[in-house]
């Protein structure tokens, strides 16, 4: 069993500030479970979502509309989503440092979003092997595609309408690499399923909610839809198992649970318009 214990990843994620991570590697290792024998078991909520998934199918090359002019330095997120809005350096920004703050936190804020769905495309891949039943196996491997079209969306879009890229928190990859290295497929669920995907549906929501940039709103609204499915598979997957564990042994997950949460709460900074 391998685990990054609180104190360890947020000394972890220290370690990594101001690291390259072009070439960021772990050592995952966990158990593949094969399931020949327990059947699709039809009727079930997996083959509910898996079915599901398979009909929300949506392409970024083509449903989304690419053609839309969009200006960077635009208030393309709310500006209370920038660390900077409402402190006293806020206030004391010219408008010209408070348009590239916009334009730098934007950036910034969508490329962590980049960058976590690229996170989930490695552990989602992880659960289709350390799934135990075969229904669940199944939907994982729509949440697989469903991640791989995330990461194509939001990479088009930082790249071409934002035109700046920032290089992941190391708060962020202390997380994944936290879900990725850990070898119980529960905690897999727990932390990619639940925290990282609902901390992803409340930032989306916001999103959705006040930006006037009708592109990435489409595109959140559509990713929106799929990470609501990935929440309800960890849901239904995780109370399942929950039943078969002791007191003491959901108290250790929980416990596991917030630590993890620790590092994701950090991953979000002030930005700063006068940096270089």
């Known amino acids: 069993m391998t685990t990054i214990e609180k104190d360890a990843l947020l000394d972890y994620a220290r370690s990594l500030e101001g690291k390259s991570f072009k070439e960021h590697a772990t050592g995952a290792v966990h158990p593949v479970l094969y399931a020949f024998e327990d059947g699709a078991q039809e009727g079930s909520p997996y083959i509910d979502l898996y079915s599901k998934g398979k009909r929300e199918g949506w392409d970024p090359a083509h449903d989304l509309a690419w053609s839309t002019s969009v200006d960077p330095e635009s208030p393309i997120l709310p500006e209370e989503m920038c660390g900077l809005y409402g402190s006293d350096i806020w206030e004391r920004l010219t408008?010209?440092?408070?348009?590239?703050?916009?334009?730098?936190n934007g950036a910034w804020t969508l490329g962590q979003f980049l960058h976590g769905e690229r996170g989930a495309l490695l552990a989602t891949?992880?659960?289709v092997g350390c799934a135990p039943r075969t229904d669940q196996k199944l939907y994982?491997?729509?949440?697989?595609?469903d991640e791989a079209r995330h990461v194509e969306a939001y990479e088009r879009y930082v790249r071409e309408k934002m035109e700046k890229t920032f290089s992941p928190s190391p708060h962020l990859v202390a997380l994944l690499d936290a879900i990725l290295l850990d070898s119980r497929w529960d905690m897999k669920f727990l932390g990619m399923q639940i925290l990282v995907e609902g901390l992803a549906l409340a930032a989306?929501?916001?999103i959705r909610r006040?930006?006037?940039?009708?592109?990435i709103k489409e595109i959140i609204t559509r990713i929106q839809r799929d990470e609501a499915r990935h929440v309800a598979f960890g849901v239904a997957a995780l109370s399942e198992r929950y039943k078969?564990?002791?007191d003491s042994e959901r108290r250790a997950e929980t416990r596991c649970g917030r630590r993890w949460a620790s590092p994701s709460r950090s991953a979000v900074r002030p930005?700063?318009?006068?940096?270089p």
């Not at 930005?271 to 940096?275: K, L, Q, V």
């Open 140 to 145: 994982a491997a729509t949440q697989v595609q």
């Open 95 to 104: 408008p010209r440092e408070r348009t590239r703050a916009r334009h730098w």
């Open 204 to 206: 989306f929501g916001w």
């Open 210 to 215: 006040f930006s006037q940039e009708p592109l």
């Open 125 to 127: 891949a992880q659960l």
């Open 271 to 275: 930005c700063s318009p006068r940096s």
């Open 244 to 246: 078969d564990l002791s």
